[in-house]
């Protein structure tokens, strides 16, 4: 989308569909250049799931497009993802397609859901009236230049197989639990999620064991990406944590990949230590809710 700041011509504003699906794409990859952020949000998959949810309006200029929302409507809260392209902030098109966002929610309660955090959009949002329910960041780690971690005292891992699923499960059960919000899903809901993920990386992915055998941790990997990280309340404070991520990210560079990533919460004190590993922060990403006052 080179070339396409604002020049002569009109603004055309337009119903959008999955015609218009690359530049769509196009557009989320010009906001993740400017703004970092999810970079899977550049990929076919999620521009169509955020971007092209039932109702989509776009704003084009010369033939680019340089704005779009997309609402998901018929629950509550309605759904929505918006963006703009850089060289178009601060003309208003944001207001505005927020604005549609919220006539297309009717009553509903309106989430709002960005892959490209930009300290512009928070500032829209709250004027608007949406609270930051969740926020994350993004960190990327250049697998040129790979941690030293010592493998803890007494510790062993192995690679998961689903012949251990239950017990998978059972150790990011025991790692989480006691964090504020956790949402406890089923086993069969959870680890249904990752044989339906076609790049989980069962080989790559790992639980940790202490002297008796019983497991203390775990980690498991999807594509180039460290999913999630767990280790149970009693072995916290060991390194456990830092020797699975480490050896990861070995693992990762042994298959001449480029960089590794992962998502840690605003709130979660896991991020100084990814970052103490060499992660760099590359953006955020993060929801807002504004609820219906009325009803």
């Not at 699906?21 to 076919?44: N, S, V």
């Not at 609270?131 to 971690?149: I, N």
């Not at 239950?166 to 989480?176: C, H, I, K, N, R």
Request: proline share 5%; glycine share 14%.
């Amino acid at each position: 989308m080179e070339g396409i700041g604002p020049g002569a011509g009109a603004l055309t504003w337009e119903k959008l569909g999955e015609g218009e699906l690359g530049a769509l794409g196009e557009l989320a990859q010009a906001c993740l250049g400017a703004d970092g952020g999810l970079p899977l949000f550049g990929r076919t998959p999620l521009v169509r799931a955020r971007l092209l949810q039932g109702r989509t309006l776009g704003v084009w200029h010369d033939g680019g497009l340089v704005a779009a929302v997309s609402v998901g409507t018929g629950r509550d809260p309605a759904t929505s993802t918006g963006l703009v392209h850089p060289a178009w902030r601060g003309r208003g098109l944001g207001g505005r397609l927020l604005d549609w966002a919220g006539e297309q929610a009717g009553d509903a309660d309106l989430l709002l859901t960005t892959e490209s955090w930009s300290p512009g959009a928070e500032t829209l949002f709250a004027a608007r009236g949406f609270e930051r329910t969740f926020a994350e960041w993004v960190l990327r780690h250049d697998l040129t230049d790979l941690p030293a971690v010592a493998r803890p005292e007494g510790v062993s891992t192995e690679p998961v197989s689903w012949k251990n699923g239950s017990e998978l499960f059972g150790t990011y059960s025991a790692s989480f639990a006691d964090r504020p919000g956790f949402a406890a899903p089923t086993a069969e809901e959870w680890l249904g999620e990752l044989r339906d993920d076609d790049e989980y990386r069962p080989e790559l992915s790992m639980i940790a064991r202490g002297p008796d055998g019983a497991a203390v941790g775990f980690l498991n990997v999807i594509d180039n990406w460290i999913d999630q990280v767990g280790v149970v309340p009693g072995w916290r404070g060991r390194r456990v944590g830092a020797y699975l991520v480490a050896s990861a990210l070995r693992s990762l560079a042994g298959e001449k990949v480029g960089d590794a990533w992962l998502c840690v919460n605003d709130n979660n004190p896991a991020a100084a230590l990814y970052r103490r590993l060499g992660f760099r922060d590359a953006g955020r990403r993060a929801r807002y809710l504004r609820r219906r006052l009325s009803r």
